[in-house]
Each structure stands twice: as C-alpha cells, then as structure tokens.
Nanobody
C-alpha cells in the first residue's frame, strides 16, 4: 500500500479556482491508478476523478469540464485542479490509490486513502 497526504484545501469564492495536491509514499506509486473522492456534510462519499497508470482520465458528470486530474510520477504526486467552482463542490476531498492501475470510480477498488482536506466554496 501507499501512504497518502492531501493538501491545498481551503475557502474559495464561487467561480474561483483551487488546486489540491496529494503526496504519496511508496515505491509502487507509478503502477497505481489514483483517484479523488469527496464527501459533503450529511452525504455519502462520491467519486470525483481518476487517472490510470497510463494517464487515462475519467471524471464524474458533475465536475467534467471544470476539474482536471493529473499526476507526476517523478514526484509521487497527484493533483486536482478545480475551476469555476460552485457551492455544491463544498466537501472533504480524499485522495485514494488503486493498485489495479486502470482507474475506477468504485471506492472498493481503492486500498489506500488520505485523511482528507476540506474545501469550502462561498457564494
């Protein structure tokens, strides 16, 4: 398993941008698919985006066109660039690692999770 630590959360106005970072430790990072999930207050945790080990990306419908996931295998980092943010993007955002490598929207495919970082969008 890899260990994950998110950073970059905070308060942003609606229409603004924020970039989340996730630092991974472990030698097998490049073979993992990486994903971002989020959990809003009182709701279940939802899939946001994933990037496979060959850099294929997949997004949920509610962030497609606004969010971009990327990775830097040399630095063991994964990022989530969030643009044109909306109030409904307010949530705790989690980084996760999928050892199967292909990228998945299913939480059960991920075996490592970060502690989460809070993102709040004000209107």
């Amino acid at each position: 398993q890899v260990q994950l630590v998110e950073s970059g959360g905070g308060l942003v106005q609606a229409g603004g941008s924020l970039r989340l970072s996730c630092a991974a430790s472990g030698r097998a990072f490049a073979s993992h698919a990486m994903g971002w999930f989020r959990q809003a207050p009182g709701k279940e945790r939802d899939f946001v985006a994933t990037i496979g080990r060959r850099n294929m990306t997949y997004y949920s419908s509610f962030v497609k066109g606004r969010f971009t996931i990327s990775r830097d295998n040399a630095k063991n980092m994964v990022y989530l660039q969030m643009n044109n943010m909306k109030a409904e993007d307010t949530a705790v955002y989690y980084c996760a690692a999928d050892p199967w490598g292909s990228g998945s929207s299913r939480q059960g495919d991920y075996n490592s999770w970060g502690q989460g970082t809070q993102v709040t969008v004000s209107t």
